[in-house]
């Protein structure tokens, strides 16, 4: 009976684990303020696992404990009524370290904090520098496509001082929330290490909680990724070919019935870089074996990538464009490379995230070459079998 009952519990745990969400870490000055409890709130009601860090009850930043949401994510809400919210100058460094670790963030700030924290690592390492001004309610506005603010089109009730975001031009950071002075409050930006979303406005500036709920359903989306687990079939979604036709990645990969390498990445990208040379060996070693080898760009235009293969004709396999990043959200890549090794059958089978060693791919690629050959036998012996009856 005990033995049971234990049994009961494990499974149940199991269970509760399974069915809860992604591990979030939420920072706040306080847990009295109306923003924090706005976005515990939401989250909670997403099934989301939250770590609470409340900084006034605090006596220095918890670098250890958020250190533990590398893989996952964190949000940092600083509120200039609350000075136990600001970002101090030891933070600023921790949070250039977190990030360059693959980590990612949601930062809600009307101010980053004393005079002194718009000058530290933080901002220049992330890309931007702000500006004081002030705004009269008004309207927040998205831009076209853009996975966190397609359609956006919100009112907001505030009357005060806030940041104006002046990202550097060629940091790889796309303004994506204007308000309607024409200013810059939303930003996001996906590196080769790490995924952050900045906004200068606070969560209780919305006039409608629905409306309030759909951006933070996205933007959290955006930040972590769908989750994409090994056997699971690849995700489907629209891709732009060289040509400037449209396709999907689905009738892309049907014109072979090879094992597929997928890999994500972008020119400006410096692990995929270091990644090429590593692909190109794979490729001249697989090409007449049953492996194709698929790249797909994130969100760059046609010109510039036919520049970039003009620069590396040793990339002879196709590549194609996921315009407005759905692709990356869709197989849950934070980071790039991202690289994805498919069955062809399309079904996931090996999922790394960064630069990755020839040697490992190759050994996973002829593990699934095995199955593939396995189950092609199977399939000729069962119609034989059934030719024989």
Not at 150 to 174: Q, V
Not at 178 to 183: A, M, Q
Request: proline letters at 3%; aromatic letters at 10%; one cysteine or more.
């Amino acid at each position: 009976m005990k033995l049971f009952s234990l049994s009961l519990v494990l499974f149940l745990s199991l269970i509760i684990n399974v069915m809860a969400g992604p591990k979030v870490a939420l920072i706040t000055g306080s847990e009295t303020s109306e923003n924090f409890q706005v976005l515990n709130k939401y989250l909670k009601k997403k099934k989301y696992r939250v770590t609470v860090f409340d900084l006034s009850k605090l006596e220095s930043f918890p670098e250890e404990g958020v250190t533990k949401f590398e893989k996952s994510l964190v949000i940092r809400l600083v509120e200039k009524k609350i000075k136990s919210s600001y970002i101090t100058a030891l933070e600023s460094d921790f949070w250039q370290t977190f990030l360059s670790s693959r980590g990612s963030m949601i930062l809600f700030a009307d101010t980053l904090g004393e005079a002194n924290i718009y000058d530290s690592l933080f901002p220049d390492y992330v890309g931007f520098q702000n500006k004081k001004i002030s705004i009269n309610n008004g309207e927040l506005s998205g831009v076209d496509k853009d996975l966190i603010s397609d359609k956006m089109k919100n009112d907001i009730s505030f009357e005060g001082e806030t940041d104006e975001i002046l990202p550097y031009s060629n940091a790889g950071i796309d303004s994506i929330i204007t308000h309607s002075s024409g200013k810059v409050l939303g930003i996001k930006k996906r590196s080769c290490s790490y995924k952050i979303s900045y906004f200068s406005f606070l969560p209780t500036w919305f006039k409608q909680e629905k409306a309030r709920n759909s951006f933070l359903e996205k933007t959290l989306d955006w930040n972590l990724g769908f989750a994409l687990g090994v056997d699971m079939d690849a995700p489907d979604f629209p891709v732009l070919k060289m040509d400037g036709t449209e396709s999907k990645l689905s009738t892309e990969l049907k014109k072979q019935e090879n094992v597929v390498v997928l890999e994500f990445m972008a020119t400006w990208c410096s692990s995929c870089a270091t990644q090429l040379p590593r692909m190109v060996n794979l490729y001249n070693k697989y090409k007449n074996k049953g492996v194709s080898f698929y790249n797909i760009n994130y969100k760059e235009n046609i010109d510039l990538v036919s520049k970039y293969l003009k620069k590396h004709p040793e990339l002879k396999w196709p590549i194609v464009i996921t315009e407005n990043g759905l692709g990356m959200k869709r197989f849950g890549v934070k980071s790039l490379p991202g690289i994805f090794i498919l069955d062809r059958r399309r079904r996931v089978k090996f999922i790394h995230k960064g630069i990755t060693s020839e040697k490992k791919l190759e050994s996973e690629i002829n593990e699934v070459l095995k199955l593939n050959n396995f189950d092609t036998l199977h399939n000729k012996l069962e119609r034989l079998h059934s030719l024989t009856k």
